[in-house]
T-cell receptor
Framework: DAGVTQSPTHLIKTRGQQVTLRCSPK?????VSWYQQALGQGPQFIFQ???????QRGNFPDRFSGHQFPNYSSELNVNALLLGDSALYLCASSLRGTSYNEQFFGPGTRLTVL | AQSVTQLGSHVSVSEGALVLLRCNYS??????LFWYVQYPNQGLQLLLKYTTGATLVKGINGFEAEFKKSETSFHLTKPSAHMSDAAEYFC???????????????FGQGTILTVHP
């Protein structure tokens, strides 16, 4: 049973460019959340997708957008990249309707903005 | 709004010694509480969680944590540290998913645990 997978593993971009990160949830999960983890910090919630709609959003600008596909996989898009967007981006999946909100995390995508 | 404070960004112990990592939370609703571990260049792995019921919860690798509502704390302990426990540990809080809540996680800043031989 594959866990949460993310691609690519590493990415280098320059300021002003756009980037797309991808996530496949754990088998049987229907909800995908994205988190940004800056160096030396705890993960910060970006947004969460369920039934192909954004359901909750953290304190991130509109440059951060996402999408969920019918197979529950998800993409995170970041436009007009800034140096401060350099971070580890983590995807987590869960199953809505369970009582305990256990989120399973992928290995992350390391984004470097030069 | 929910928040988490982890006291001590770095904790160092000797192999075989007690591990104690401190976490205090703030939540206006009954919380769900979690401890995650992160090894270098990896994602987060769930160690244990408190949802309802018994306030002392046991997790993987010999870790346990106690939910103390009166102290708004959820400290993580392990009786005897092992070299393989060296990693970064994150405490997190969420509200209960359901209705309009989707259970986003709010994390603390993390505590790096170093284990000396």
């Amino acid at each position: 049973d594959a866990g949460v997978t993310q691609s690519p593993t590493h990415l280098i971009k320059t300021r002003g460019q756009q980037v797309t990160l991808r996530c496949s949830p754990k088998s049987g999960h229907d909800t995908v959340s994205w988190y940004q983890q800056a160096l030396g910090q705890g993960p910060q919630f970006i947004f969460q997708y369920y039934e192909e709609e954004e359901r909750q959003r953290g304190n991130f600008p509109d440059r951060f957008s996402g999408h969920q596909f019918p197979n529950y996989s998800s993409e995170l898009n970041v436009n007009a990249l800034l140096l401060g967007d350099s971070a580890l981006y983590l995807c987590a999946s869960s199953l809505r309707g369970t009582s305990y909100n256990e989120q399973f995390f992928g290995p992350g995508t390391r984004l470097t903005v030069l | 709004a929910q928040s988490v404070t982890q006291l001590g960004s770095h904790v160092s112990v000797s192999e075989g010694a007690l591990v104690l990592l401190r976490c205090n939370y703030s939540s206006s609703v009954p919380p769900y509480l979690f401890w995650y571990v992160q090894y270098p260049n990896q994602g987060l792995q769930l160690l244990l969680k408190y949802t309802t019921g018994a306030t002392l919860v046991k997790g993987i690798n010999g870790f346990e944590a106690e939910f103390k509502k009166s102290e708004t704390s959820f400290h993580l302990t392990k009786p005897s540290a092992h070299m393989s426990d060296a990693a970064e540990y994150f405490c997190a809080v969420s509200d209960r998913p359901g209705g309009t809540s989707y259970g986003k996680l709010t994390f603390g800043q993390g505590t790096i645990l170093t284990v000396h031989p």
